[in-house]
Nanobody
Framework: QVQLVESGGGSVQAGGSLRLSCAAS????????MGWFRQAPGKEREFVAG????????RYADSVKGRFSISRDNAKNTVWLQVNSLKPEDTAVYYC????????????????WGQGTQVTVSS
């Protein structure tokens, strides 16, 4: 069992930056690939970024490539999402999730989910 707690969201103006954090409980964090997803009001949840267990592999949605960066520190049981050059369309609740099998956009493969952190970008 892994419990995930996100933090770092907030309200920023377009062009701003935030660093989202996801703290995991348990001693098996390094066994899981990690992903970030987001869901805007009235829209389906979408994949943002993923990182492999040992951080050697990352994946990004086309809409965030070059602006967002995912990283993790297994010694700290934490995964981060650095979000730069924010746009109003990035406004959403951001969730981190843990998967035993993938760090891609296959949401059904993620076993554990956090409660989410709100990111609001104003123009």
């Amino acid at each position: 069992q892994v419990q995930l707690v996100e933090s770092g969201g907030g309200s920023v103006q377009a062009g701003g930056s935030l660093r989202l954090s996801c703290a995991a409980s348990g001693r098996t964090f390094s066994s899981y690939h990690m992903g970030w997803f987001r869901q805007a009001p009235g829209k389906e949840r979408e994949f943002v970024a993923g990182v492999s267990r040992s951080a050697w592999g990352t994946r990004y949605a086309d809409s965030v490539k070059g602006r967002f960066s995912i990283s993790r520190d297994n010694a700290k049981n934490t995964v981060w999402l650095q979000v730069n050059s924010l746009k109003p369309e990035d406004t959403a609740v951001y969730y981190c999730a843990a998967s035993a099998s993938t760090y891609t956009n296959a949401a059904d493969e993620y076993l554990y989910w956090g409660q989410g952190t709100q990111v609001t970008v104003s123009s």
